[in-house]
């Protein structure tokens, strides 16, 4: 099969290898449909030591049950599934308290001799626990949509989730990519009557408007923390979607005392400003990776009547031979969110 491996950073090259085949009982084989390019695949893109045996790419994707292994009852060959960005057994103790990602038998597409999404076909592990039946067709024009589910449209969600917004607040979100837009999907769902997002690229912005945010600032630093001070007093619910301390920064200095920020943005930085001035303003911190496979049967509905439609964040889609130039233009800002049609 064709899929992307990329060896170190902006090298990313689509190869063929081997045809992922049923290991162990519990697999299965899916024939990818749709995928795309994560705003997290970008770090490695931009930093990654050169490697002679690459990395498998890719880890939000849709497709075709093509096989299943013999303890697999839940799934059908011919079945289109959503996968979760990491796998899970659905059963341990972890994923029965909501937190799939710290599943104790799962892991992360790419590594271990599990396939990366961005490929013709991913051997999926534990596929009953994983994988999530769609009651549409492969061809159905909901697909950007439901895709998002897989990471992005799941992750705005646990941030807003984390950051316990309710009605009538009034939210922060920094960082105007696609997961802050999703979040602001989110956001607005759960009621907040006010939703300040702040972000400078004027195309995402305008969409983020129509996802739902009320406000928008563009600039940053002092200025944008005197803006969103002008427009709101401060905020008691932030949501940091995008992982740099310039954006962390943004986050603690928006936010009142004993109010809430939920990190979405996978950190670029080890050290954080949390000494005794954050600890005398009572600020909750939390947030963190989403335990997408726990949010999905919450979502699916709603993406499946129209109510939300977060596969707008996909602005343009590459052919799978195309994924180094899916990768360039997202680094390189020509493109929001990239889809992968293998």
């Given at each position: 099969?064709?899929?992307?491996?990329?060896?170190?950073?902006?090298?990313?090259?689509?190869?063929?290898?081997?045809?992922?085949?049923?290991?162990?009982?519990?697999?299965?084989?899916?024939?990818?449909?749709?995928?795309?390019?994560?705003?997290?695949?970008?770090?490695?893109?931009q930093s990654m030591p050169v490697t002679d045996t690459g990395r498998p790419m890719g880890h939000e994707f849709l497709g075709v049950v093509e096989e299943t292994g013999a303890e697999v009852t839940g799934l059908r060959t011919g079945d289109l599934v959503l996968a979760p960005f990491?796998?899970?057994?659905?059963?341990?103790?972890?994923?029965?308290?909501g937190l799939h990602i710290s599943c104790r038998n799962g892991g992360r597409y790419g590594f271990d001799g599990v396939d990366g999404g961005q490929g013709e076909a991913v051997r999926v592990p534990y596929a009953d626990g994983t994988l999530v039946k769609l009651p549409v067709a492969a061809d159905s024009a909901l697909l950007?949509?439901?895709?998002?589910?897989?990471?992005?449209?799941?992750?705005?969600?646990?941030?807003?989730?984390?950051?316990?917004?309710?009605?009538?607040?009034?939210?922060?979100?920094?960082?105007?990519?696609?997961?802050?837009?999703?979040?602001?999907?989110?956001?607005?769902?759960l009621g907040a009557e006010r939703i300040v997002l702040a972000g400078r690229h004027e195309a995402r912005t305008e969409l983020g408007r129509d996802f739902?945010?009320?406000?928008?600032?563009?600039?940053?630093?002092?200025?944008?923390l005197a803006r969103i001070r002008e427009l709101t007093g401060g905020v008691?619910?932030?949501?940091?979607?995008?992982?740099?301390?310039?954006?962390?920064?943004?986050?603690?200095?928006?936010?009142?005392?004993?109010?809430?920020?939920?990190?979405?943005?996978?950190?670029?930085?080890?050290?954080?400003?949390?000494?005794?001035?954050?600890?005398?303003?009572?600020?909750?911190?939390?947030?963190?990776?989403?335990?997408?496979?726990?949010?999905?049967e919450q979502l699916l509905p709603e993406v499946l009547d129209g109510t939300i439609t977060p596969g707008r964040v996909f602005?343009?889609?590459?052919?799978?031979?195309?994924?180094?130039?899916?990768?360039?233009?997202?680094?390189?800002?020509?493109?929001l969110k990239a889809l992968v049609a293998p």
């Open positions: 099969m064709r899929a992307a491996v990329m060896y170190g950073a902006r090298d990313v090259r689509v190869e063929d290898r081997p045809d992922p085949k049923i290991v162990k009982p519990a697999d299965a084989v899916v024939r990818v449909v749709a995928a795309c390019v994560c705003g997290s695949d970008l770090w490695p893109y990491t796998y899970s057994d659905n059963t341990c103790d972890y994923c029965a308290k950007p949509s439901l895709l998002t589910l897989s990471d992005v449209m799941t992750t705005g969600h646990h941030g807003a989730v984390t950051a316990g917004v309710g009605r009538g607040d009034t939210v922060l979100v920094v960082g105007d990519g696609a997961v802050g837009l999703c979040a602001v999907i989110a956001a607005k769902r739902g945010a009320t406000d928008v600032v563009a600039e940053r630093g002092e200025e944008g008691e619910k932030v949501i940091e979607a995008v992982g740099t301390r310039q954006a962390l920064d943004t986050a603690l200095g928006a936010v009142l005392d004993g109010g809430t920020i939920s990190r979405l943005g996978a950190p670029q930085y080890e050290l954080g400003p949390l000494g005794r001035a954050e600890f005398m303003r009572n600020i909750t911190l939390t947030g963190g990776a989403s335990p997408a496979r726990a949010y999905i602005d343009r889609t590459f052919a799978l031979d195309q994924a180094p130039d899916a990768y360039r233009a997202m680094a390189d800002r020509q493109v």
